[in-house]
Nanobody, 122 residues
């Protein structure tokens, strides 16, 4: 089983920065996409940023030019650098990954972390 663990959340003032990390562990043959989602209180979970195994990235309009997603394949880790944070960025941030275990290299599984809280104050 592949496990994801997020870290780096916290309380920050508007305009500040945070860097989230997500480490994948367990029996891993290959990790494909790695994504960051977030869920604000009372709202549905939404995709924030995505990065492919080849390093191509995608961002929703609300975070473009402020957030940067990156990955270190040697460490099985994905990062989300968040700059110029706004109160609207507040929510629980979840790591998501598509990964393959060596027990079945023909099956691509979907895995979620437990989330890390990000709170941006005015």
């Amino acid at each position: 089983q592949v496990r994801l663990a997020e870290s780096g959340g916290g309380l920050v003032q508007a305009g500040g920065s945070l860097r989230l990390s997500c480490v994948a562990s367990g029996n891993i043959f290959r990790i494909d996409n790695m994504d960051w989602y977030r869920q604000a209180p009372g709202l549905q979970r939404e995709l924030v940023a995505s990065i492919t195994g080849g390093g191509n990235s995608y961002y929703i309009d609300a975070v473009k030019d402020r957030f940067t997603i990156s990955r270190d394949n040697a460490k099985n880790t994905v990062y989300l650098q968040m700059n110029s944070l706004k109160p609207e960025d507040t929510g629980v941030y979840y790591c998501y990954a598509q990964a393959v275990e060596p027990s079945n290299i023909w099956y691509v599984g979907s895995y979620w972390g437990q989330g890390t809280q990000v709170t941006v104050s005015s």
